[in-house]
């Protein structure tokens, strides 16, 4: 990738992504291996008006020296700082750019699993709490690296791995139209149109059927279908991912029945969870296994009550560019736009359109996506008189 | 350099240097492209019993965008944060560690020094009350980087450079010895011994005199000789500089008079002053010029009241390893060992015995110390009575 692409990209994720406005504090939460992107993001901001860049640097071999050594009972513990920051960010309608992409994976694969489901870092649950409160503007976006690019194409040369993995994101992200805002408007509104007859159509449940699942995930009265057309409490528009290809709601925390099969790996923290199966009942995560990893997620569905119960359930056409490359990134962030998603975890209340489904959305200071859709996997809507809905056929719109 | 030496140096710098103590969060402060001695560190302090291991990064790329784009009148902001997290690492006793060295020598050069002067990040007014309130047990270690190796030794192929740099610090921290904690615990008696003397014998000022420079530097009656010898308030030791060879103390921001000529070259954020003069008046700095870079320091004592007043003197004798290598260093914090040297700026107030005294110190944002002793400097005592007592010469102590 040359110069110019990466300052194409920090423009989108920057003018577009977040919007950052004049005169915003912008945080980014980068990772050693990322600087090239967070310098021109940071770079960019500051010709937007940047008040501030403030880039907050996670490093994985640090937090494995902590499960490594540290005492077990201090593994949950986070300095009151970290928390203090993020609510500030908030209080103080700052912008945040957040990099995704693994630099260093498997890195954990081979520790204690309990151990490692004690520490959540780099997530705060402030953070939940600031998405909720719609006070800042925000994106995630992915940034290449050698090391993403060896794990999503192992078989080819390291730097015919990176320089594809960067023309694929540079494909995700729309770099390669002549105006990727004009391009990510127009899928936005599509996607607009559905999440919109979905809200009307006010199913009692949704009903998951393919291979290894059979699933039926319970809707709120004002379960609300959300796009990735955010905007704050100020009004202020922006793209919380980029890319973007889904449509969203809140369940109820409390109808979750049968078993699902996940149809990409997970990537949680450094440890890499494939074939994961759990089961459900009363909306409970029962039963949590996985071919390899699982034992780091059934861990992390003890963290609270909240943990092993559904926080966001997601549906992803096959229109999007995700899953037409065929490619498994093992990043959420992309991953979760080529397929049908749910969440463990804490609920983004904004879905909620009533106050009383709101009191019942789920909470947790964890939230983990992770797919369970395919064009194999057909997806029907439920509704309160009996009827059964086709949603997702073979992966296209039948609604 | 080895794992062995770097894990040898993390082991000094969490065991005897911030001395971090069970359950303590340990903060580091550090720089991309120190990765790999920032990790050792971690894994030591957490070895050590560390509570959690904080590592914020600064990145010198993104500041240098900040003073291209960045509006002028914001170029002095720092997020509420950043303040805030100092304090709380006071407050709540915690250990700090901080990684020096160049990782971007001159990268600053180009800008406008008016600008890069009203940016002080990462330098924050905290972090001296912090200091002087001794809440917290510190040290400020070298790391050495391939940019610093080959701004240190131009001539020799990089990976060359690379290798003496690292060889030189681990002689200068005393690496090469076989116990280096009881090196460090031996050469630091001395220095205290020296420290005693000097303050037992209460001069009303010190001269120095050699080529360009004939200054009278004013001391408080108060004012305590010490050495990198610190303790907490909670009387727990710790060595805040690896390596340190210097004793100092806080003069009386009022009495200095005549001219001083740096016989080192300063790095200042990235900004290099070669040839810096500074003529006093009254204890003011009225006049700094310098063959190069003079401008950035020039704007800096215009910071506010203090930051044209010495807050620190220190003499340096010539048994340290620092001046026997014979190499400029382009880090303040090892090249201040060669000689002796003065700061502008903020004061320490603990070097200070009496009250009154205290209250007279010199307050500032800045703390910028420059090197101006050498063999060829003499330095003398200045008694009430008017008598002259020889204190360096040659290099060293007469006293």
Known sequence: MDDELIQRFADLIVGFGANVQPNQIVAIGSEPGKERLTRAIAASAYRHGAKFVDVATFDLHVKRARILYADEQSLDFVPSWYGDRMLALGDQRCARIGLTGPVAPGLLDDLDPVRVGRDHMPFLKESGEVVNARTTNWTAAPCPTPEWAALVHPDL??????????????????????DPVAAWSSRMDRLTAVAERLTAARFDALHFEGPGTDLQVGLMPSSQWLTARFSTIDGLPHMPNIPSEETFTTPDPQRVFGTVTSTKPLVLSGTIVRGLKVGFEDGRAVEVTAESGGEALAALTQTDPGAARLGEVALVD???????????????????????HIALGMAYGFALADD????????????????????????????????????????????
Do not use: K
């Not at 791995?161 to 992200?173: F, K, S």
């Not at 990043?331 to 397929?339: H, K, Q």
């Not at 992770?370 to 439920?382: Q, W």
């Open 318 to 340: 096959r229109e999007g560019r995700v899953g037409a490359l065929e490619t498994v990134f093992y990043d959420t962030l992309i991953d979760e736009n080529a397929a049908s």
């Open 356 to 399: 009383a489904d709101r009191a019942r959305a789920n909470a947790s200071t964890i939230h983990v996506d992770f797919m369970i859709g395919s064009p194999e996997v057909d997806v029907t809507g439920l509704t309160n008189g009996g009827e059964r809905v086709a949603i997702l056929r073979g992966g296209d719109w039948a609604l």
């Open 157 to 178: 040369e390291p730097s015919a791995a990176y320089a594809l993995l960067w023309e694929q994101v540079a494909h995700l992200c729309r770099l390669d139209e002549q």
